[in-house]
C-alpha cells in the first residue's frame, strides 16, 4: 500500500441546529471554535487527519453556500478540492459522489469519510485505527465503520452490534440501530456487544461503488453520468441532485451489506451534537459552569454551560442550576440541559414565526 492511494473525505454540510443559537444557518457549528481552543472544528478535524493522510488527497464536502468559508478557514487545502453541494441530500449521495471524483483520479482509493464537527481528545489512538481500516480495506471486499466504546446508555447516538472475536481488532457487523429509547440504551451497554456509530467509515473506493450499484442502483445510474474533474462537474451536479434520493449511507447501503466489520475505538470521542456534550468536555470552574466568556459573575449557580458572544457585555446568573445559556447578537437562549434534545423543536417553532427565519 502506498501512501499516495489513502484519501480522506470531511463532510461539512450540516447546520448544526441542535447548536442554535450559536450555530446557524450562515455560520454553522463546524466553522466555529466551539471549546476555544483556537482551532475551529473543521480546522482541528483538518489538522488530525493531514498527520496521516497527504494534503492533496483531502477532500471537503459541504453546501455551496459554505465554500467559500471552507476556503478561508482551510487555505492549505487545494481549491478543487473543496467541493459544494447544491441541496442537502444526506449521507449517500454525497459520499457515492466523492467517491466517483476520487475514483476517477485514483481507481485504487482508499477513503476515509468523517465529520467535520467532532471532538477527538486521543488523537494517536485514533490515527492508528485508521491507518489500520486503511491497511485491512486495502486487502480486502470490505465497508469498515469506527465503532465507540459507550460510556452511558446516551439516547442521542446510533448504536452498532457486533459479532464478538477472538483475539480479533476488528468484527463483523451484526445490527444498526438508530437513536434508542433510554431502556433499549441501558440494555445495549449490559449487553456488551454494542458500540456508537461515530459515522466515520473507512473503504476502498472500489467497494463502494460496488455496494452504490447493488443496493442503490438507481442513485448509481444517475451519478454515472457526470463527468469528473473536468469544468462541465457542475453542471452535471445541478441536473443530478435535484432527482437524486434523500437517505442516509447507513439505510441505503451498510444496514444491507454483508461485508461490513466494525473497529472498536476508545478514542475520547463526542460528536459535539448537544450543549451537553460541549457542557462535558468543556473546562469548568469551581461551582462546575462552562463559561467561555469575559464579565460573567455567578451566584447560587451550578453546572451550567454559558457563552454570550459579546464580550464586551455583562452577564450575572443567579439561582440557576444546570441550564444552558446562550446569548448571541441575534437570539437569547436560556434552557435545563435535560432539554437540550429539544432545541431543534424550539429552532422550528421560531421558523413559524413571522419573519423568523431571521433569527436562523
Not at 92 to 116: F, G, H, R, T, W
Not at 205 to 227: D, G, H, R, Y
Request: hydrophobic share 35%; aromatic share 10%.
Amino acid at each position: 500500500m502506498t501512501k499516495n492511494n489513502n484519501y480522506c473525505v470531511i463532510m461539512a454540510g450540516g447546520i448544526g441546529s441542535r447548536f442554535w443559537p450559536m450555530s446557524t444557518q450562515k455560520f454553522p457549528k463546524q466553522f466555529q471554535d466551539i471549546l476555544g481552543t483556537g482551532r475551529t472544528m473543521i480546522q482541528q478535524t483538518f489538522d488530525r487527519i493531514s498527520q496521516i493522510i497527504p494534503t492533496e488527497n483531502i477532500y471537503i464536502i459541504t453546501n455551496r453556500e459554505y465554500v467559500d468559508l471552507t476556503k478561508q478557514q482551510l487555505p492549505e487545502v487545494p481549491s478543487e478540492n473543496i467541493v459544494g453541494e447544491p441541496a442537502m441530500k444526506n449521507t449517500s449521495a454525497c459520499n457515492l459522489y466523492m467517491a466517483k471524483k476520487i475514483e476517477n483520479v485514483n481507481p485504487d482509493a482508499n477513503i476515509i469519510v468523517m465529520p467535520a464537527d467532532h471532538l477527538i481528545l486521543k488523537e494517536k489512538a485514533f490515527l492508528e485505527k485508521v491507518e489500520l481500516a486503511l491497511d485491512i480495506t486495502t486487502k480486502n471486499d470490505y465497508l469498515i465503520t469506527l465503532g465507540i466504546t459507550p460510556t452511558r446508555p446516551d439516547t442521542g447516538y446510533g448504536y452498532i452490534q457486533f459479532i464478538q472475536e477472538k483475539n480479533e481488532n476488528y468484527s463483523k457487523v451484526k445490527t444498526f440501530t438508530e437513536k434508542p429509547d433510554l431502556e433499549i440504551a441501558k440494555s445495549f451497554i449490559e449487553s456488551g456487544d454494542f458500540l456508537w456509530n461515530a459515522g466515520i467509515f473507512i473503504w476502498s473506493a472500489k467497494s463502494i461503488l460496488a455496494s452504490f450499484k447493488k443496493f442503490l442502483p438507481e442513485m448509481a445510474n444517475q451519478f454515472n453520468t457526470c463527468e469528473y474533474n473536468t469544468a462541465a462537474e457542475k453542471e452535471y451536479i445541478d441536473v443530478i441532485y435535484p432527482i437524486v434520493s434523500k437517505i442516509s449511507i447507513d439505510n441505503g447501503i451498510l444496514e444491507k451489506a454483508d461485508n461490513v466489520y466494525v473497529i472498536p475505538a476508545n478514542i475520547g470521542w463526542s460528536d459535539l451534537g448537544t450543549w451537553t456534550s460541549v457542557y462535558t468536555n468543556a473546562d469548568k470552574n469551581d461551582d462546575n459552569n462552562a463559561i467561555n466568556s469575559k464579565n460573567v459573575l455567578t451566584y447560587n449557580s451550578k453546572g451550567n454551560v454559558i457563552r454570550i458572544k459579546n464580550q464586551n457585555k455583562a452577564a450575572i446568573i443567579d439561582g440557576l442550576k444546570n441550564y444552558i445559556i446562550v446569548d448571541t447578537e441575534k437570539a437569547l437562549l436560556i434552557c435545563p440541559r435535560e432539554n437540550d434534545q429539544l432545541i431543534k423543536d424550539y429552532v422550528l417553532d421560531l421558523k413559524n414565526l413571522k419573519k423568523g427565519e431571521r433569527f436562523m
